[in-house]
């Protein structure tokens, strides 16, 4: 099976549902408070940002992220919760 086959529109749906493990909030909020300290006055690169599960609530914490995805879908759901100004 092709990546874009696995990562597809309905994949991206997916993504977004709330989680459990490391995406449930009791995780990811500390998790993104942890990688703001990171960051510091920098930035952040994110790999595979996905829907921005993690950049999206690090960029309204001030961090200015850019993210690389190869997933068209991935990018679209993306772009439905920020414009290209706040996440490049």
């Known amino acids: 099976m ?20 490391m995406f449930a909030p009791e995780v990811l909020g500390p998790t993104v408070g942890r990688l703001a ?5 920098g930035q952040a690169l994110e790999f595979a ?4 599960r993690v950049a999206v609530p690090l960029s309204e914490r001030g961090v200015p992220v850019t993210g690389l995805e190869l997933s068209a879908p991935m990018i679209d759901q993306l772009r439905t919760k920020v414009d290209e100004a ?3």
């Open 37 to 41: 300290e990171f960051a510091g006055d």
């Open 2 to 21: 092709r990546q874009d086959e696995i990562w597809d529109v309905d994949a991206a749906r997916r993504y977004d549902t709330p989680g459990t493990g």
């Open 49 to 52: 940002i996905g829907t921005g």
């Open 86 to 88: 706040t996440i490049r």
